[in-house]
C-alpha cells in the first residue's frame, strides 16, 4: 500500500535555528497537506500543495513539492518557541479518489531557548 | 476553535464495557472521519462518510462500529476493546471528497484508555 515516510523523527534545535521536515512517498501524489500539532492538541491544516514544483510561503514557513510530486518538504526559518509541535505531512494518491490522506508519523520539534 | 467537537475528551474503558465516541461539525460539512493516532504510528484512516454513506472502511476490527445518522454528527461505538486500542480517537470533516481533497477540520479528539 501507499507509504508516506517522514524524516527526521525528532529534531532537536535551539531557538532561532532553522529546521527542516522532509516527506517521501512511494507513489506520486495529488497533492499533499502539512499539519502542525501542538503538544496535547490535534492536528491543525497548515497548508495544500498540489502542482508540481510548488513553493509557497507563510511567514517563516517554506513549504516545496517536489517535481515528481513524489516528496514535500517543510522549512521554517529563524525557529521560536512557538514553532515546539509535530508537524505531518499527509498525501493523497495521485488518481485514487479522495476517501482519505495517507499521513507520515510526523517530526517532534523540540526547541530549546 | 475548528467546528469540530468531540466528546468525551477523556474515555476510560474496561475491556468489556461498551462505549461511544461522538463527533459533531457545525461547518455544512458533507464528509466526516474517524482517525486513530498512537503513540508509535502514523495517523490511520478508520472509516470515512460522505452524505452519510460510508465510503471507506480501512479494515478496522469490528469491536468498532462507526454510525453516522446525518451529515453533522457521526459516532463510534466501541465494545470489547483491547489495550492495544488505546490511542486518541480524532474526527474530522470536510467540504465534500472530490479528486483535490478539501482540507480536513479536526476535532480535538477523545483521548481513550483500555483497561
Known amino acids: 500500500g501507499q507509504q508516506v515516510m517522514q524524516i527526521p523523527q525528532y529534531q532537536h534545535v535551539q531557538e532561532g535555528e532553522d529546521f527542516t521536515t522532509y516527506c517521501n512517498s512511494s507513489?506520486?501524489?495529488?497533492?499533499i497537506q502539512w499539519y502542525k500539532q501542538r503538544p496535547g492538541g490535534h492536528p491543525v491544516f497548515l497548508i495544500q500543495?498540489?502542482?508540481?514544483?510548488e513553493v509557497k510561503k507563510q511567514k517563516r514557513l517554506t513549504f516545496q513539492f517536489g517535481e515528481a510530486k513524489k516528496n514535500s518538504s517543510l522549512h521554517i526559518t529563524a525557529t521560536q518557541t512557538t514553532d515546539v509541535g509535530t508537524y505531518f505531512c499527509a498525501g493523497l494518491l495521485a488518481g485514487g479518489g479522495a476517501d482519505g490522506l495517507t499521513f507520515g508519523k510526523g517530526t517532534h520539534l523540540i526547541i530549546q531557548p | 476553535e475548528t467546528g469540530v467537537t468531540q466528546t468525551p475528551r477523556h474515555l476510560v474503558m474496561g475491556m468489556t464495557n461498551k462505549k461511544s465516541l461522538k463527533c459533531e461539525q457545525h461547518l455544512g460539512h458533507n464528509a466526516m472521519y474517524w482517525y486513530k493516532q498512537s503513540a508509535k504510528k502514523p495517523l490511520e484512516l478508520m472509516f470515512v462518510?460522505?452524505?452519510?454513506?460510508?465510503?471507506e472502511n480501512n479494515s478496522v476490527p469490528s469491536r468498532f462500529s462507526p454510525e453516522c445518522p446525518n451529515s453533522s454528527h457521526l459516532f463510534l461505538h466501541l465494545h470489547t476493546l483491547q489495550p492495544e486500542d488505546s490511542a486518541l480517537y480524532l474526527c474530522?470533516?470536510?467540504?465534500?471528497?472530490?479528486?483535490?481533497?478539501?482540507?480536513?477540520?479536526f476535532g480535538p479528539g477523545t483521548r481513550l484508555t483500555v483497561l
Open positions: 462518510y460522505n452524505f452519510k454513506e460510508q465510503t
Open positions: 507513489t506520486t501524489l495529488s497533492n
Open positions: 474530522a470533516s470536510s467540504r465534500g471528497l472530490a479528486e483535490i481533497t478539501d482540507t480536513q477540520y
Open positions: 500543495l498540489v502542482k508540481s514544483g
